[in-house]
T-cell receptor, first 114, second 114 residues
Framework: KAGVTQTPRYLIKTRGQQVTLSCSPI?????VSWYQQTPGQGLQFLFE???????NKGNFPGRFSGRQFSNSRSEMNVSTLELGDSALYLC?????????????FGAGSRLTVL | AQSVTQLGSHVSVSEGALVLLRCNYS??????LFWYVQYPNQGLQLLLK??????LVKGINGFEAEFKKSETSFHLTKPSAHMSDAAEYFC????????????FGGGTRLMVKP
């Protein structure tokens, strides 16, 4: 069973540009969450999507957005990049069930903003 | 609001020695607690989770954690460290059984000396 796939793995952008990151969840997982990991702020929840709808959102500015497609694949977008957006962006998927779910994380997309 | 504190950003042990990584949480509701491990250039892998079924939780790779409500702690232990245990470990809390919207601690980097 394939894991959570994130693309691209590494990318470099300059301030003011925008970036789109992609996440393909594990087959059968309908929820996709995004996290930002930086040395200073650690791991922070960005948002979660289920059934193509944003279900939860963390405390990030509107420059951070996302969407989910009918096949559960998700993308996140960051517009008007700032130096502080340099981070590892992790995507995680989970099944939706009544039991205790766990997140399965991808390897991440490492964004460097120059 | 929930929070997680991991005491000690770096822990160094000798191979074969006891591993103890500390985690204290704050939650206004019964918490769901998780330990994740992150190896270099990889995403997060779930070690174990506490969901109120048992206070002593056994995970993968010989790790276990004990939930102590009176101490609001969920420390991670392993009786005998192996070189392959060197990684960064994250404690996380969720306020629901879905295990989404995790709040992470700052992480503890475990170093294992030969």
């Amino acid at each position: 069973k394939a894991g959570v796939t994130q693309t691209p793995r590494y990318l470099i952008k300059t301030r003011g540009q925008q970036v789109t990151l992609s996440c393909s969840p594990i087959s059968g997982h309908r929820s996709v969450s995004w996290y930002q990991q930086t040395p200073g702020q650690g791991l922070q929840f960005l948002f979660e999507y289920f059934s193509e709808t944003q279900r939860n959102k963390g405390n990030f500015p509107g420059r951070f957005s996302g969407r989910q497609f009918s096949n559960s694949r998700s993308e996140m977008n960051v517009s008007t990049l700032e130096l502080g957006d340099s981070a590892l962006y992790l995507c995680a998927s989970r099944v939706i069930s009544s039991g205790a779910n766990v997140l399965t994380f991808g390897a991440g997309s490492r964004l460097t903003v120059l | 609001a929930q929070s997680v504190t991991q005491l000690g950003s770096h822990v160094s042990v000798s191979e074969g020695a006891l591993v103890l990584l500390r985690c204290n949480y704050s939650s206004s509701v019964p918490p769901y607690l998780f330990w994740y491990v992150q190896y270099p250039n990889q995403g997060l892998q779930l070690l174990l989770k506490y969901t109120s079924a048992a206070t002593l939780v056994k995970g993968i790779n010989g790790f276990e954690a004990e939930f102590k409500k009176s101490e609001t702690s969920f420390h991670l232990t392993k009786p005998s460290a192996h070189m392959s245990d060197a990684a960064e470990y994250f404690c996380a809390v969720s306020d629901n059984n879905a295990g989404n919207m995790l709040t992470f601690g700052g992480g503890t980097r475990l170093m294992v000396k030969p």
